[in-house]
C-alpha cells in the first residue's frame, strides 16, 4: 500500500493490527474507528474493507445494519433524548424543541455548524423511572424539563469556552 495512504490512515491502521488484521472483528474494529472520528467516513471504511480482505460493500452493509454506528458526522458532545413512552408521556418534545432553539438545529439539520452538539432522538435509554431521560456522551440525566436541558448545554458551553481562551 502507498506510503501516503498509510500515513492518511496511520490511526486506522493501528486499530486493524490491534485486532490482528481479522475480518471476523469487522466490528470491534467500526467501532474504534467511529470513536477515533464520532462516524465512520467513506473513505475509511473502503480502507478498512481494503486491508481486512473484504468488499466495501460488506463493511458498509454492516455499518448501516446498526443503529450504534453513524455514517454521518457527529458533534464533539451527543445529546441523546429519550421519546420512548414513558419520556414522550412525560414530554419529552419540549425538551427536544428547547435543545433545537438553543443550538439553533432541527430535525434535518442535527449537528452545530462548530461540530460541537449533535442532537438525537432514541426510541428508548432503559431509565423510565428518570423519565424524561438525556444522556450526553456518556453522562444520564434524568427528570428532565427544558430548562434543566438547556441548563446542561449551557454548562457544556462555558466548559468549552474556557479551553478555547
Known amino acids: 500500500m502507498p506510503t501516503v495512504m498509510l500515513r492518511k490512515f496511520e490511526k486506522v491502521c493501528a486499530i486493524i493490527e490491534k ?10 474494529i467500526l467501532q474504534e474507528v467511529q470513536e477515533e472520528y464520532r462516524y465512520l467516513p467513506e473513505e475509511v471504511m473502503t480502507f478498512v474493507a481494503m486491508t481486512l480482505g473484504l468488499s466495501p460493500a460488506k463493511v458498509y452493509g454492516v ?6 454506528f453513524s455514517l454521518i458526522p457527529k458533534g464533539k458532545h451527543v445529546i441523546r433524548l429519550c421519546d420512548g413512552t414513558a419520556c414522550h408521556v412525560k414530554r419529552s418534545e419540549g425538551i427536544l424543541n428547547a435543545l433545537h432553539a438553543k443550538l439553533g438545529l432541527s430535525a434535518r439539520m442535527p449537528t452545530t455548524k462548530d461540530m460541537l452538539f449533535t442532537v ?14 438525556m444522556v450526553v456522551n456518556e453522562k444520564v440525566y434524568g427528570q428532565m424539563s427544558p430548562e434543566k ?4 448545554v449551557e454548562e457544556i458551553m462555558k466548559k468549552e469556552d474556557g479551553k478555547n481562551v
Open 149 to 152: 436541558a438547556v441548563a446542561v
Open 120 to 133: 438525537e432522538t432514541v426510541s428508548c435509554l432503559g431509565a423510565c423511572g428518570l423519565a424524561p431521560v
Open 63 to 68: 455499518a448501516s445494519f446498526y443503529a450504534h
Open 19 to 28: 485486532h490482528d488484521s481479522d475480518p471476523s472483528k469487522l466490528i470491534p
